[in-house]
C-alpha cells in the first residue's frame, strides 16, 4: 500500500508512505542542513500521533515549514489506507 | 585583525575601517595610456594572442554587459585553454550562468586568480568548493573601478566586446546586431589597461558619437557574433504576481510616501527584479496622482524606468548598463538616457559620483544580520550566488537605502543574527520591509523619529528574527570550513570580510 502527497514546489514537499517492514524514514531536503532533525521530529510525531508503524516514509522537501509537512504527510497516510 | 563589521582579516590585509574612511585618503590615480600607433584591425583571435605576446601569469579584463549571452569571455577564455597557459588572472566585471568553459580552465589551473562583482553559476559553485588555486577576490562596481585607476588591478589586456566599431577604433553599444545598451563597465578598462583589444562583429566608417574613445584602443578584433541576443536581456521584466511580493512593494511606496521621499525633483534607483519592479509601478502611480515630476533614476534601466522618462515622470535616466532591449533602444533615441561609467556610478574618489545623488534606493537581500549588514555574495550555507554589484556603492551613497525581502525564503529566515558573509555594512542600511513587519536601523534616530505614531508595523529586527524563528523553527548553526577562498573588497579597497570554502553539498 502507497500514499503520495504534495509537490516539490518551493516551500512545499512531495510526501510518498509505503508499508514496510520496520519503520523508516528519508529525508531529502534543500534545507537539511539546517531543519534536519526538525524534519524528522515533525514526521515521527505525526506517525505516533496517528499510531503509524511499519512504514517507509520518503521526503522530498523544497522547505516546507512544519505544518506542511505534518498536512502533506496526513493526507499521504490516507491515501496509502485507499490504497488496496 | 577583526575590522570595523567586526570580521577577522589577516594581518597582511587593509582592513576595512568605516564606509566614509575613504574621505581621509587621497585619489590614488596611474596615468592613462598613451597610445603610440594607429589601431590595428584583425580577424583571426590567434593573431591577436600572438602580437600581443600574450603568456601566462598574465591578467585580462572583460565587461558583462551581454550577460548571459556573452560570447567574448568564452572565445578569449578557450584560447587560453587551448594554449594551456597557467597561473592566468580573470578580472570580468560579471561572471554569468553562460561561461561554463571557466570550470575546466579552474579546475586545471589555467585561471587561478580572479576579481569580478558578481558571479553565478557553475564557476561561482566550483569557487566555492574551494578549486580556485589562488584567490577571489569581490569588488563593487564603483570599487573595481577605482581599482583599475589606481593600479591596485592592473590589467595586462582588455578584450571589450563592443556591439559597433569605426574605422577609427570608436565604440559604441547601441548599435549592430548585438546591441547591448550602455557599455559604462568597460570604460576604466579602456582607460588604463596595458593593451585594449575591442571584440566586435559590426564595423561601420565612422560614428559621429561614441562611448568608447579609439585613442585608447590598440587592436579591433572582428568576428561573426560577439552575442547572442536572448541572452543579452537581463529576464525579468514582469512585474511580481506574488501576494507577498506585492505587500511588500506596496508598503515600501507607502513608506517611501510617508516620509515625504517622493518628492519633486527626486531621485532614486532601485534593483530589476520583480518585486523592485513592483515597487516602480506604485511609486509611479504615487507620482502621477501628486503630479510629482523626479529628477533622475540611475542604475541597470530597464523598460519600467524608460517609459516614466517617456512620460515625463523623470527628467534623466543615469545608466551604467541597459537591462532590457526597450532600455538598449531608449538609449539610442532618448537623449535624456545617459550613460554613465561605473566610475560616474559608483567610484568613492570621483568628484560628484551618480550613487551619492540618490535619495533612496530600494534594494534586496539573502541575508541581513542584527546589526543591519547585508549578504548578497553567498547563500546560507556559504554558496557563491552574487555579489555588490552596485549594493554597497548605492547603499553608501543615498540619503535612505530599503531592503524589500520576504522574511522567509523556503523556510530559511533571511534576517541572522549575523551574516555568512559581509557584502554591506549596516550602517549604510536603514530600513527593513518585509511582509510581516519594518525594522529601522538604531543608527537613523530621524527615520524612526519621524515613523512614531505611523500606521506602519514597526518593530526592533530582533523582534522580527525571534517571530521567523517561531515559524522556522531555530536553524542549526553551521560551520564553514576554515579555508580563506577569497575575500570581500569594500569601495575604497580596504578588505570588508573572508571568502571561506563550503562545508555542504546540495
Known amino acids: 500500500m502507497k500514499g503520495i502527497a504534495g509537490s516539490k514546489e518551493s516551500n512545499d514537499c512531495l510526501i510518498t508512505i509505503e508499508t514496510?517492514?520496520?519503520?523508516?524514514?528519508?529525508?531529502?531536503?534543500?534545507?537539511?542542513?539546517?531543519?534536519?532533525?526538525?524534519?524528522?521530529?515533525t514526521i515521527e510525531d505525526t506517525l505516533t500521533e496517528n499510531r503509524?508503524?511499519?512504514?517507509?516514509?520518503?521526503?522530498?522537501?523544497?522547505?516546507?515549514?512544519?505544518?506542511?509537512?505534518?498536512s502533506r504527510l496526513l493526507t499521504a497516510i490516507e491515501r496509502m489506507k485507499e490504497d488496496v | 585583525m577583526i575590522n570595523g563589521v567586526g570580521r577577522f582579516i589577516p594581518d597582511n590585509l587593509d582592513p576595512f575601517v568605516s564606509s566614509d574612511n575613504f574621505l581621509t585618503k587621497e585619489r590614488k590615480l596611474i596615468s592613462k595610456?598613451?597610445?603610440?600607433?594607429?589601431?590595428?584591425?584583425?580577424?583571426?583571435?590567434?593573431?591577436?594572442?600572438?602580437?600581443?605576446?600574450?603568456?601566462?601569469?598574465?591578467?585580462?579584463?572583460?565587461?558583462?554587459?551581454?550577460r548571459n549571452g556573452d560570447q567574448v569571455i568564452q572565445m578569449v577564455t578557450n584560447e587560453i585553454g587551448r594554449r594551456n597557459l597557467q597561473n592566468i588572472h580573470l578580472a570580468p566585471s560579471s561572471i554569468f550562468p553562460n561561461y561554463t568553459n571557466l570550470v575546466d580552465l579552474i579546475r586545471n589551473g589555467n585561471v587561478t586568480d580572479i576579481h569580478t562583482n558578481y558571479l553565478n553559476g557553475p564557476a561561482a559553485k566550483l569557487i566555492s568548493e574551494g578549486y580556485l588555486r589562488g584567490k577571489l577576490v569581490m569588488n563593487t562596481h564603483g570599487g573595481r573601478a577605482r581599482a583599475i585607476e589606481s593600479g591596485d588591478l592592473l590589467i595586462d589586456v582588455a578584450f571589450i566586446a563592443c556591439p559597433v566599431v569605426d574605422k577609427n577604433g570608436n565604440g559604441h553599444g547601441s548599435f549592430g546586431k548585438s546591441a547591448c545598451g550602455t557599455l559604462g563597465y568597460a570604460v576604466s578598462d579602456l582607460e588604463y589597461a596595458k593593451k585594449v583589444v575591442l571584440v566586435t562583429d559590426t564595423v561601420v566608417e565612422e560614428l559621429k558619437d561614441y562611448q568608447l574613445d579609439g585613442?585608447?584602443?590598440?587592436?579591433?578584433?572582428?568576428?561573426?557574433?560577439?552575442g547572442e541576443r536572448s541572452g543579452i536581456v537581463s529576464g525579468t521584466t514582469e512585474i511580481t504576481k506574488d501576494p507577498i511580493g506585492l505587500k511588500i512593494a506596496k508598503e515600501c511606496a507607502n513608506l517611501l510616501n510617508f516620509l515625504g521621499l517622493i518628492?519633486?525633483?527626486?531621485?532614486?534607483?532601485?534593483?530589476?527584479?520583480?518585486?523592485?519592479?513592483?515597487?516602480?509601478?506604485?511609486?509611479?502611480?504615487?507620482?502621477?496622482?501628486?503630479?510629482?515630476?523626479?529628477?533622475?533614476?540611475?542604475?541597470?534601466?530597464?523598460?519600467?524606468?524608460?517609459?516614466?522618462?517617456?512620460?515625463?515622470?523623470?527628467?534623466?535616466?543615469?545608466?551604467?548598463?541597459?537591462f532590457d532591449l526597450e532600455a538598449v533602444a531608449?538609449?539610442?533615441?532618448?537623449?535624456?538616457h545617459i550613460a554613465m561609467s561605473a566610475s560616474e556610478y559608483g567610484n568613492p574618489f570621483e568628484k560628484n559620483p551618480i550613487c551619492n545623488k540618490l535619495d533612496f534606493v530600494v534594494l534586496g537581500a539573502t541575508e541581513i544580520d542584527l546589526d543591519f549588514n547585508v549578504n548578497v555574495t553567498t547563500d546560507s550555507l556559504g554558496y557563491l550566488i552574487g555579489g555588490s554589484g552596485g549594493h554597497a556603492d548605492i547603499a553608501y551613497g543615498?540619503?535612505?537605502?530599503?531592503?524589500?525581502?520576504p522574511l522567509i525564503k523556503s523556510r530559511i529566515p533571511i534576517i541572522k543574527e549575523k551574516v555568512m558573509t559581509v557584502t554591506t555594512p549596516g550602517s549604510d542600511v536603514d530600513i527593513l520591509i518585509t511582509e510581516r513587519g519594518i525594522a529601522i536601523n538604531p543608527l537613523r534616530k530621524d527615520l524612526k523619529e519621524k515613523l512614531k505614531g505611523s500606521s506602519f508595523p514597526i518593530f526592533e529586527i530582533g523582534e522580527l528574527l525571534e517571530l521567523t524563528h517561531k515559524i522556522t523553527g531555530v536553524p542549526k548553526d553551521i560551520k564553514s570550513d576554515e579555508k580563506v577562498i577569497g575575500y570581500i573588497e569594500y569601495r575604497d579597497g580596504t578588505y570588508l570580510d573572508c571568502l571561506r570554502k563550503v562545508n555542504y553539498e546540495y
Open chain 1, 20 to 41: 514496510s517492514e520496520k519503520t523508516k524514514i528519508e529525508i531529502q531536503s534543500i534545507v537539511g542542513a539546517f531543519f534536519y532533525e526538525q524534519i524528522l521530529k
Open chain 1, 52 to 70: 503509524i508503524k511499519n512504514v517507509l516514509v520518503k521526503i522530498e522537501d523544497r522547505g516546507a515549514l512544519d505544518y506542511t509537512i505534518k
Open chain 2, 33 to 66: 595610456k598613451n597610445k603610440q600607433s594607429k589601431t590595428v584591425f584583425l580577424n583571426n583571435l590567434t593573431e591577436v594572442f600572438d602580437i600581443l605576446n600574450i603568456t601566462s601569469g598574465m591578467t585580462f579584463s572583460f565587461h558583462h554587459h551581454l
Open chain 2, 215 to 226: 585613442q585608447y584602443v590598440d587592436y579591433v578584433l572582428v568576428i561573426d557574433s560577439i
Open chain 2, 263 to 322: 518628492k519633486n525633483d527626486f531621485s532614486m534607483q532601485t534593483g530589476a527584479g520583480k518585486t523592485s519592479l513592483a515597487v516602480v509601478s506604485f511609486v509611479e502611480d504615487i507620482m502621477k496622482k501628486n503630479k510629482i515630476v523626479g529628477s533622475f533614476a540611475s542604475g541597470g534601466i530597464t523598460k519600467s524606468y524608460v517609459d516614466m522618462l517617456e512620460n515625463g515622470l523623470f527628467k534623466k535616466l543615469y545608466d551604467v548598463q541597459c
Open chain 2, 330 to 336: 531608449s538609449f539610442a533615441k532618448n537623449e535624456n
Open chain 2, 398 to 405: 543615498a540619503d535612505v537605502t530599503i531592503i524589500i525581502s
